[in-house]
């Protein structure tokens, strides 16, 4: 691989790590625990990794290890950092027993299921420290979900005598972590499965999980970039730039780029829910802000608009509730039918009200929402283009108003969608120490003995040297939520809290960001220098942790 000056110069960075993860690790356990709700039923889906204690490993003497082999999965979307926690696994699986063997299985959780795999190296993983991107052995969106995949999955763990799999995903992925850790446990196999917290869109967090990886540098480059183009606006200052942000529900994303870079306009898709607004509500509001600026002279300005939107709409997600159940009956029906076709069987098997709604929408939008899910049952939100939706429909509401005499000015939109460009970015100093210690914490978990449970480290907005490493059982997460049709045990979503301390931070701030040009241009990410600058948490992290 040719490898650019910074990768090269990259690769000696030694991720900090905790003191307590430092040398020679006992475990601390905690009281038993339960579920964040539902417990009766998930108490019954998961009678041998339920009610399990929180761990913490603290610095002490340590029995020798014995011999593990250990494999390793990459879930889902990419997200910096993934390659700090395969570093981290390997070096503490080795410190512990260099006879230990690390393999990647490859493309993600079907590499299990297909026996595809990658026996990772000193060599092999000294190429990868540091750097963005999950291409040392791919990922996937494969579901583990089926007894006959648990049992392929088995025929390779014993062909390379693997005692645990380490899978790193984001809510769904952990989700089925947790069900094949049950599986193994009550089968007797003797195979743990232990998480990692992966995802940009910063969703999987609770009172355990601080951040997920990914989501500091993911937000740091979006940043960066919606600084440079704000610098532009306001020096041209003849466009509206329109940008939808990444993140598949949840608005962290959006509300942390905010936070940074002080747009004119941010939506966050859970207050447009709370506040039960329409599609309408939200062009007025953006609207507003224009002929605002307008009238100050000011055609110009950047509006932030999260991905996930779409499905917050009250409307909307009533529509696309009755969508999936509509999907998972009779799917097969009318998914070979012709566009048209299928529009129509659609509409004549929904209720009244959201055929009003399915009827008003573009028919792009309206065929991504009725057809087309991830294997996870997601709608597929990176591929609606809301931003141009958005912009058209405000451009139809500034020409009713202008009719009216309510508007005078200029507007020419431009749109962006970032998401790809800041998945595989090289990790911030965060992310590369989160999750090495990580990996670190992965390692040990599996020492000891657990399975069923998802490495975490805390403290992370106080000095590396005082984080606290250890494990959570992921049961302890879960809930029972309405899935394809069916009620199903999952990892609660993290949403935005309208009553949290980050949206608090931007909703005190954005009028005056309507109305007058307050950006702030973060610039890029910097890996060398003063602390301040490349140490530096997310906004979100420093308010939630404060
Ligand atoms: P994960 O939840 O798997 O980390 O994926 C996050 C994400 O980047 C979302 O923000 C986005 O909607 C989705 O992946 C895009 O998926 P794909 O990579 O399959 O296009």
Known sequence: MEKSALQKARASYQPKLPKALQGAVKVSEGAPTQSVDNQDEIKKLFPNTYGMPLVEFVQGSEAPSKEINVGIILSGGQAPGGHNVISGLFDEVKRLNPNNRLYGFLMGPGGLVDHQYVEITAEFVDEYRNTGGFDMIGSGRTK?????????GLEIIRKLD????????????????????????????????????????????????????????????????IGNIERDCNSARKYWHFIKLMGRSASHIALECALQTQPNVCIISEEVEAKDLTLNDIIEEIASAVAYRAANGQNFGVVLIPEGLIEFVPAIGRLIQELNDLLAAHGAD???LDKD??????????????RATFETLPDSVARQLSLDRDPHGNVQVSLIETEKLISEMVEAKLAAWAKEGKYVGKFAPLHHFMGYEGRCAAPSNFDADYCYALGTSAALLIASG??????????????TDNWKAGGVPITMMMNMERRNGEMKPVIRKALVELDGKPFKAFAAHREEWSKNTCYVYPGPIQYWGPSEVCDVTTQTLALEQA
């Open 144 to 152: 583990l979900e089926t007894t006959e995949q648990f049992e392929k």
């Open 162 to 225: 693997i005692k645990a799999i380490v899978i790193i995903g984001g809510d769904d992925s952990n989700t089925n972590a947790c069900v094949l850790a049950e599986y193994y446990a009550a089968k007797n196999y003797g195979v743990q499965v232990i998480g990692c917290p992966k995802t940009i869109d910063g969703d999987l967090k609770n009172d355990q999980i601080e951040t997920s990886f990914g989501f500091d540098t993911a937000t740091k480059t979006y940043s960066e970039l």
């Open 334 to 336: 009318y998914k070979d």
């Open 341 to 354: 076709a299928q529009r129509a069987y659609i509409m004549e098997h929904l209720s009244a009200e959201n």
């Open 450 to 463: 657990k399975t069923g449970y998802m490495a975490i480290v805390k403290n992370t907005t106080a000095n």
